[in-house]
């Protein structure tokens, strides 16, 4: 489906800005699947310190969705402007 190819490139573009730091907490969290206390063993720090990055890693990535789509809408009326 066209809008959730869409969606994916906006997510990978997003991720691709975000800081490693980011990129890691959250790929352990949404697509490994571990809790806060396994990604804290895993990086050397605590369960809470953990959750806080978490927080802050979903605010951003959340931030920079919000602020890619509308440019993309943009992009893609100028470019239909365009064609007529």
Do not use: F, Y
Request: no cysteine; hydrophobic share 40%; net charge positive.
């Amino acid at each position: 489906l066209p809008l959730e190819d869409e969606r994916r490139d906006d997510l990978r573009t997003v991720l691709a800005a975000l800081s490693v730091r980011d990129r890691e907490i959250l790929t352990m969290t949404a697509w490994e699947g571990l809790t806060p206390k396994q990604i804290a063993r895993v990086m050397g720090t605590s369960a809470n310190v953990v959750r806080v990055r978490l927080h802050r890693a979903r605010a951003r990535l959340k931030r920079e969705l919000e602020l890619e789509r509308p440019v993309r809408r943009r992009a893609e009326r100028v470019t239909a402007e365009r064609d007529w």
